[in-house]
């Protein structure tokens, strides 16, 4: 994974968090929520405030996730909103984050001034065991407050100042000018630096999760559906639709009929063109590399010749996309290409709309010689697939990503997958 690390492409934009007073409020949180500490002085926090050297520490990835259901978090500053979320196992988690803070960044501005915001995004489930536990999480709840309790004690604050504004002879009452003098000097002026918080519910009917093997759930359509990558793990115990990942042509009706994908070609055909052609060149060398046949050359002369050096061991998944890009250059009659067929996933992107980044990581799974859609929509799988490529591989797509990728993220989203795209749910591998 080192190749991926220098170039940028696994723990990129993480929070680095060095100074003592910092150290000490995340300690405090850390404390608060599990009971655990660090001793380490200098780590980096993904959005939701793990640090991948401290679970290393503590030899627990799970130290702020331990059920996988309910994730809590530690936010130190709202520059976190940036970050990933490291080990995802919802993919709507990150955006709730971001949504969360970006709502609410005055008030937590104020509140990380002074200490750590800690907290726990609840689910309407606590554990995910069965298929009615998939339907039933529609909803995400964040709570939290600083580990000096400014929020309750700000409420606290408001109701005290009502009763002084409201009730008779409320100036009289020493005890409770007191308390509001007291509360006052743990929240500073609420009237000027508001610290309530906004949008703490999101509902969630449509999301994957790692949990029962891996599913999609599609609950906000008026029959539900699960695509299950381990359909063996689901006991459908609630009226739902479960297909099976491998079940290519039901996949492709429900996409079909639900409008949630496209053809390449419709985006304007030049575009459609380079698509096609960069999906090839992934196929070609990923086939190459698991043959020993490719050795690092990525001039379009040595890729041109992977097809001739690969001879029957071709796969039919590039025959079919080159008949495709011969109709797309020379014209003649539309190749026809069977759901079942390894090349007809490939042909297809998301259609616009709230699922589209949900159905681009269902693709990728489904076409697993597309690196740079899984790297951009399922880095998990990504990781996972990369440590077991062959060096040559490795080297050209840790290399194409970082010069074709990284280097112009949301250019290369919009040209792909169009306007609006949004990078994976994780940026670390599995350990």
Not at 198 to 220: M, Q, R
Not at 228 to 245: F, K
Request: overall charge negative; glycine content about 6%; proline content about 4%.
């Amino acid at each position: 994974m080192i190749r991926l690390i220098e170039r940028g492409l696994m723990f990129g934009n993480l929070v680095r968090v060095e100074s003592p007073v910092q150290v000490a409020r995340y300690n405090r949180a850390l404390k608060q929520l599990t009971g655990l500490q660090t001793a380490l002085t200098d780590f980096h926090i993904d959005i939701s405030g793990y640090s991948p050297e401290i679970g290393d520490e503590l030899n627990d990835r799970r130290y702020l996730n331990h059920n996988g259901c309910n994730r809590q978090f530690i936010l130190l500053t709202v520059e976190q909103k940036s970050a990933p979320l490291l080990n995802a196992h919802f993919s709507t988690n990150r955006e709730i984050l971001k949504r969360f803070i970006e709502a609410n960044e005055a008030a937590l501005t104020s509140l990380t001034a002074r200490d750590a915001f800690a907290g726990e995004m609840e689910n309407s489930v606590f554990s995910i065991d069965t298929t009615d536990h998939l339907l039933n999480h529609r909803q995400v709840v964040v709570c939290g407050d600083t580990t000096s309790n400014h929020i309750a004690a700000a409420d606290q604050l408001k109701g005290k100042i009502a009763r002084f504004e409201t009730e008779r002879d409320a100036w009289r009452d020493d005890v409770l000018i007191a308390e509001i003098v007291e509360l006052a000097r743990q929240t500073g002026d609420i009237t000027r630096h508001p610290l309530s918080l906004k949008e703490c519910e999101f509902e969630t009917p449509d999301y994957w999760t790692s949990h029962l093997g891996g599913a999609y759930v599609f609950a906000s359509l008026e029959e539900p559906v699960i695509i299950a990558c381990d359909p063996a793990r689901l006991n459908c115990d609630r009226s739902a639709e479960v297909i099976p990942l491998e079940h290519r042509n039901r996949l492709a009706s429900f996409l079909e009929q639900n409008g949630l994908v496209e053809n390449l070609f419709a985006a304007p055909r030049e575009k459609a063109i380079r698509i096609l052609r960069q999906k090839m060149d992934f196929i070609l060398i990923g086939m190459a590399a698991e043959t020993g046949q490719f050795t690092g050359g990525v001039s379009r002369r040595e890729i041109n010749a992977l097809p001739r050096i690969l001879g029957d061991a071709l796969p039919c998944s590039y025959r079919a996309l080159q008949d495709v890009m011969h109709w797309a250059e020379h014209g003649g009659s539309w190749p026809f290409i069977e759901s079942t067929h390894p090349a007809y996933f490939y042909m297809l992107r998301a259609a616009p709309g709230p699922n589209r980044d949900l159905v681009n990581m269902l693709l990728s799974e489904l076409c697993p010689r597309d690196v740079q859609k899984m790297y951009i929509f399922h880095k998990e799988m990504f990781y996972g697939a990369y440590r077991g490529w062959a060096d040559a591989k490795k080297e050209f797509v840790s290399d194409f990503l970082a010069r074709s990728y990284a280097m112009n993220k949301s250019g290369v989203r919009e040209e792909l997958f169009g306007p609006g795209s949004q990078e994976a749910i994780s940026s670390e591998a599995a350990q």
